[in-house]
C-alpha cells in the first residue's frame, strides 16, 4: 500500500503534490484547532463550555470529512 502511494506521488504534477500537502496541512490545523478549543483551560474568547465542546467537534468532523476528501482524490 505504501508503495502504491508513492508511485501515486510519482505521478502526480508539482502542481498536484503542492495542494496534496496543502490539504493534509489543513487537516491537521483544523482538527488540532478543534482540540484546542475543546481542551484548553485559559481559552481567549468567552464561551460557555457546552458551546466550546460543540464547536470543536464540529472542526473536527470537518477535518475527517476533508481527510476522507484527500483519501479519496489520492487514488487516482
Do not use: C, T, W
Not at 468567552?46 to 484527500?70: T, W
Request: no cysteine; aromatic share 14%.
Amino acid at each position: 500500500m505504501l508503495e502504491q502511494a508513492v508511485k501515486n506521488m510519482q505521478k502526480k504534477s508539482l502542481k498536484e503534490r503542492f495542494l496534496l500537502v496543502m490539504a493534509i496541512l489543513f487537516f491537521v490545523v483544523y482538527f488540532v484547532l478543534g482540540l484546542f478549543i475543546i481542551f484548553m483551560s485559559n481559552f481567549p474568547l468567552d464561551m460557555a463550555m457546552e458551546y466550546r465542546i460543540a464547536f470543536g467537534v464540529l472542526l473536527i468532523v470537518y477535518s475527517i470529512i476533508r481527510a476522507i476528501r484527500i483519501i479519496k482524490d489520492n487514488k487516482d
